[in-house]
């Protein structure tokens, strides 16, 4: 699946013109004033006024560029991809991101609830694979500014008993810079 990025002015008229063959995400999801559109049929003809970046990457975001790197993926679909932590807090922990250049949970809105939820449901599947202890696991997400990373990314930890006091406050429940998927499905419901 391919994307095109064009200029917000833009997009209305598009949708009009080929809908319902292309996707229209919300500029504001991506935190900028380009909007983003999906394409699902052929390539719209180009414009003289839209401006058109056949691109859903970040040239210079690390997780947009994981394949290209030596990191082990674990899980990959059309979609998100998943891969073990540089740093792992405890024996499984996992990174589950969406492929699309999101920056982080503040770029989210309700629309955007089933994506953390398939983060997840994608975290679930793969503690399950490896036989970790799914009881014992936390899904969560660092809060900006304390995001290392400025892709969106979900951490699945397990089992949680064993992580050290350090990661215990790098991962603190609700803290001011840690967020659970749950309570953040819940502020996004709210939003
Ligand atoms: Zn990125
Ligand atoms: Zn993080």
């Known amino acids: 699946m391919e994307t095109v ?37 052929d390539q719209p003809p180009p ?3 839209f401006e058109f970046k056949m691109t859903t990457k970040d040239e210079k975001c690390l997780f947009c560029n994981i394949e290209d790197t030596s990191t082990e993926i674990i899980y990959k679909d059309d979609t998100y991809l998943a891969f ?5 807090a405890t024996a499984h922990h996992y990174l589950v991101i969406p492929k ?3 920056k982080n949970t503040s770029s989210l809105h309700t629309s955007d609830v089933e994506l953390v939820k398939k983060l997840v449901e994608i975290g679930e599947n793969i503690l399950k ?48 810079w840690f967020i659970t998927a749950s309570s953040l499905v819940d502020k996004l419901e709210k939003k």
């Open 5 to 41: 990025v064009l200029e917000e002015r833009g997009v209305e008229k598009l949708k009009k013109r080929y809908s319902p063959s292309i996707k229209i995400w919300h500029p504001l999801q991506f935190g900028a004033s380009n909007a983003r559109l999906c394409r699902l049929g």
């Open 47 to 49: 414009r003289k006024d």
């Open 84 to 88: 073990k932590d540089i740093k792992p």
């Open 100 to 102: 699309k250049h999101i």
């Open 129 to 176: 694979e490896k036989s970790a202890n799914i009881e014992e696991t936390m899904y969560g997400f660092h809060v900006p500014p304390f995001t290392s990373i400025q892709h969106l990314h979900l951490h699945v930890i397990s089992p949680i008993s064993e992580m050290g006091f350090i990661s215990r406050l790098m991962f603190r429940p609700n803290s001011y």
